[in-house]
């Protein structure tokens, strides 16, 4: 399996952007691909997902502040965040999981590579 390594996390004020990449060391084949985010004391939870350019999911927390995005030619699959808010606050992975579990890809159980995680903190 290939390894999964993010970059772009930071620190921001409310209302400030962070743009999230997540590079794969190799190519993942019939894969779909993701970010969830974790804070301590709570379940990791899915926040986007992306099957091939063709589909997207998102989470009904980030609807319409976050995009997920993915460039094939460089295994590379990007988050940007928008108008952040404290409550993004949170430990942000990359995963990657079969595409036979898409209809469940918001779930971590469905995810079978996991990066090791980019912190994001929001905060005035």
């Known amino acids: 399996q290939g390894q999964l390594m993010e970059s772009g996390g930071g620190s921001v004020r409310p209302g400030g952007s962070l743009r999230l990449s997540c590079e794969a060391s190799?190519?993942?084949?019939?894969?779909?691909w993701g970010w969830f985010r974790q804070v301590p004391g709570k379940d990791r939870e899915g926040v986007a997902t992306?099957?091939?350019?063709?589909?997207?999911t998102i989470a009904r927390s980030v609807k319409d502040r976050f995009t997920i995005s993915q460039d094939d030619a460089s295994n590379t699959v990007h988050l940007q965040m928008t108008n952040l808010k404290p409550e993004d606050t949170a430990m942000y992975y990359c995963?990657?999981?079969?595409?036979?579990?898409?209809?469940?890809?918001?779930?971590?159980?469905?995810?079978?590579?996991w990066g090791q995680g980019t912190q994001v903190t929001v905060s005035s």
């Open positions: 190799s190519t993942l084949e019939d894969v779909y």
């Open positions: 995963a990657a999981g079969p595409i036979s579990r898409w209809y469940s890809s918001l779930s971590p159980a469905s995810i079978s590579v």
């Open positions: 992306i099957r091939g350019n063709l589909a997207t």
